[in-house]
């Protein structure tokens, strides 16, 4: 077996899937008609990843992010849950904050001084006596389905919908391995981006472009998983592992040379690099027996759930619809694009890192995604969010690349010359990201009709 070969015990279900009928047209990233069928049709019906737990310690915590038109409240109830709650009070519909996060007792309505208990309750009313009924009797926050996994705050707007597990199929149980409930959040960057949100997607759903955009993955990764080793699934997530510890057979041959990015990887797990100067092949192999045998000692007792590729390899998730999940063995790389409230040719992009290292090993690299850990594992030591234009600072040199050809391909979308792609096999994920989206759409189409034939029918 190749390095590069995913071994059976760690595959995922058989997934057959016609892509022959896949139609990606350029409409899709720049009408306003489809933008508001995304919305309605699979945008408020799918889990969506939001906020994390571990920022929302103690009751009365909260977060408020934005997806789309939607601002959602995410809040620490007195029991220990989180629910979620839509921000816009019951009033005359102003947002109720427009914090990124905070602490409460009560969330009071900036423009008429309403109060709702973090439950949602609406308790206290301006002037009550001047309504024909008291609102406090009839009114509250409306709520979102919510559920809490990984240490990640999941929404659902519609109230209908699938568990989450079941939303997540096979991404479950590989998640949960890792337990990075309280991992802390060391990187947090979002930047404004000029082009449809499903333009940074399509990219992290393929490999083809890597080579031409990040040639610099080749010292530490194989290249061979560009065209095999990628899976999907029916909920519409795929997996594609990236083995690491490995130069690469591809571009350097059979005997490639030992990277100095390998050569710390070895130094940290104790094992001499000049052993494997005339095998640097067999490094990936020591360095997972290295971390079974010293890991739970040093802090990493989650590496008793894993699996060896998953010590080594980076597992490279499409979460459907808007995530690119990257875990290695002690962080995992969230990146997230979030659709404009208005605009199809525009975007959020969230370039968020969770890292965890004990105490013992305080600035060690992931080499999955050069970025240094600096602090202890743990809740705490949250860096501060930054928000941007794409351009005004650097988000890493990765991030950098790929949403510079992400702004450059919604150019060309708006070209007469571009009608719709021609699509290699490697790049079968993006047309199955594709046509789940027209699927999820139907599908609430569908249902929509079921209701309203059965209303009409109720009616006669």
């Known amino acids: 077996m190749t390095a590069w070969q995913v071994e059976p015990s760690h595959q995922w279900p058989q997934f057959d899937v016609d892509l022959t009928d896949v139609s990606i047209t350029a409409d899709r990233y720049l009408s306003a008609e489809f933008f508001a069928s995304e919305w309605e049709g699979m945008w408020t019906k799918v889990w969506l990843l939001m906020g994390r737990a571990a920022q929302m310690p103690e009751p009365g915590d909260y977060q408020a992010e934005e997806i789309g038109p939607e601002s959602v409240i995410m809040v620490r109830q007195q029991s220990g849950e989180i629910r979620s709650f839509y921000n816009v009070c019951q009033h005359r519909g102003s947002r109720l904050t427009f914090a990124e996060e905070g602490s409460v007792s009560r969330?009071?309505?900036?423009?008429?001084?309403?109060?709702?208990?973090?439950?949602?309750?609406?308790?206290k009313?301006?002037?009550v006596e001047d309504f024909a009924e008291d609102p406090c009797a009839t009114k509250r926050l409306v709520e979102i389905r919510t559920e809490v996994f990984a240490g990640f705050v999941w929404i659902n707007m519609n109230p209908e919908a699938e568990t989450l597990q079941e939303f997540l199929g096979p991404l479950w149980n590989e998640w949960a391995?890792?337990?990075?409930?309280?991992?802390?959040?060391?990187?947090?960057l979002t930047a404004r981006v000029d082009c449809n949100w499903k333009i940074i997607q399509d990219n992290f759903c393929e490999s083809y472009h890597l080579p031409s955009v990040h040639p610099q993955l080749m010292e530490s990764h194989e290249e061979s998983y560009r065209y095999s080793d990628f899976q999907m699934s029916q909920q519409g997530h795929n997996r594609m592992i990236m083995p690491g510890a490995t130069p690469s057979i591809t571009q350097y041959?059979?005997?490639?040379?030992?990277?100095?990015?390998?050569?710390?990887?070895?130094?940290r797990w104790d094992l001499d690099p000049a052993d494997f100067v005339d095998d640097p092949l067999a490094a990936r192999r020591a360095i997972q027996q290295q971390m079974r045998a010293l890991g739970p000692e040093r802090g990493h007792a989650h590496y008793d759930n894993l699996h060896d590729l998953q010590l080594t390899d980076s597992h490279h998730?499409?979460?459907?619809p808007n995530c690119s999940v990257t875990f290695a063995a002690d962080g995992v790389l969230l990146q997230r694009m979030r659709p404009h409230a208005t605009d199809p040719q525009k975007c959020l992009f969230d370039h968020w890192y969770y890292g965890f290292t004990p105490a013992s090993e305080k600035g060690v690299l992931d080499v999955a995604t050069n970025i240094r850990i600096d602090g202890a594992g743990g809740p705490g030591g949250e860096v501060e969010h930054e928000v941007f234009?794409?351009?005004?600072?650097?988000?890493?040199?990765?991030?950098?690349?790929?949403l510079s050809i992400a702004t450059g391909q919604q150019l060309g979308m708006r070209s007469r010359g571009f009608t719709e792609p021609v699509l290699a096999g490697q790049e079968d994920r993006v047309a199955w990201f594709h046509k789940k989206i027209d699927i999820t759409i139907n599908q609430a189409k569908s249902n929509r009709a079921s209701k309203n034939n059965r209303a009409i029918r109720s009616e006669n």
């Not at 794409?390 to 950098?400: A, E, N, Q, T």
């Open 107 to 123: 969330f009071v309505c900036p423009y008429h001084s309403w109060e709702y208990e973090t439950d949602g309750s609406l308790v």
């Open 125 to 127: 009313v301006q002037d």
């Open 177 to 188: 391995a890792y337990e990075p409930d309280d991992w802390p959040r060391v990187t947090a």
């Open 253 to 267: 041959g059979e005997s490639p040379p030992l990277p100095e990015v390998l050569q710390e990887r070895l130094r």
């Open 317 to 320: 998730y499409n979460l459907f």
């Open 389 to 402: 234009d794409f351009g005004d600072r650097s988000m890493g040199l990765i991030p950098d690349q790929d």
